[in-house]
């Protein structure tokens, strides 16, 4: 018998990121409303972040003030980690940071939910429709 070929997987880490408790709420309220979790959320925008195809404005008050708690996350470790590359590159000053400036971008409408990467100005104003007729659900794209 031949040995089994090794499925890939998305290796994911239980993180903790200090976010906003109101931010984190809202964005894991539009999370479920996509039937996602905040750390699937945070593992495509990180990813897309990473990509450069979604980009944060830097704060212009400080983060870590008061109202933060630590919320746990399973999120991609390389999509962490290429984040966290570029996080460090712009000068932002901790991955908990940029979370919740992804997070607070999503819950402004700048970043929305759906499947595919592209950006809200480029998506035409009719819904496609796929063979079956059911209409295609698009995933975190950036607002222009």
């Known amino acids: 018998m031949p040995p089994r070929k090794k499925r890939a997987t998305l290796a994911r880490t239980t993180r903790r990121p200090y976010v906003d408790d109101a931010t984190w709420d809202s964005a894991d309220a539009i ?5 996602l979790t905040v750390g699937h959320l945070l593992t495509v925008l990180l990813d897309r972040y990473a ?20 919320h746990l996350a399973a999120i991609e470790d390389a999509a962490w980690a290429h984040a966290d590359e570029r996080r460090d590159r712009e000068g932002i000053q901790s991955m908990s940071v940029l979370c919740e400036l992804l997070l607070r971008e999503t819950v402004a409408g700048h970043v929305s939910a759906g499947l595919d990467a592209a950006p809200r100005a480029q998506q035409t104003t009719e819904r496609r429709e796929e063979s079956a007729g059911a209409a295609t659900p698009s995933l975190f794209h950036s607002a222009a």
Request: glycine share 20%; net charge negative.
């Open 31 to 35: 999370a479920a409303g996509d039937a």
């Open 51 to 70: 990509a450069g195809v979604v980009d944060v404005p830097l704060p212009e008050e400080d983060v870590r003030a008061g109202g933060r708690s630590g």
